[in-house]
């Protein structure tokens, strides 16, 4: 799987184009892919995903964005 983030984020697997739709989601695979392979916790793909205004069940929030990725 290859992710370009600079410029407009583009994904391919296997030379096929992958779209996401959907800010919060392509945050998301941005935030993972610059740490791949290591650990990130719940709290710092919340703060990276909400900023300011995280939503009151988060863990559960997340859940439903990896999910829906």
Same mark, same amino acid.
Do not use: F
């Given at each position: 799987?290859?992710? =370009?983030?600079?410029? $407009? %984020? #583009?994904?391919?697997?296997?030379?096929?184009?992958? #779209?996401?739709?959907?800010?919060? *989601?392509? +945050? *998301?695979?941005?935030? %993972?892919? %610059?740490?791949?392979?290591?650990?990130? /916790?719940? #709290? +710092?793909?919340?703060?990276? *995903?909400?900023?300011? #205004?995280? $939503? +009151?069940?988060?863990? =559960?929030?997340?859940?439903?964005?990896? /999910?829906?990725?």
């Amino acid at each position: 799987m290859r992710i =370009n983030v600079l410029g $407009p %984020l #583009e994904i391919s697997d296997a030379g096929e184009s992958i #779209e996401i739709r959907g800010a919060r *989601l392509r +945050a *998301l695979v941005i935030r %993972l892919a %610059l740490d791949a392979g290591r650990y990130i /916790s719940v #709290e +710092a793909l919340v703060d990276a *995903l909400w900023e300011d #205004e995280p $939503p +009151a069940d988060q863990v =559960n929030a997340l859940q439903s964005l990896v /999910s829906r990725l």
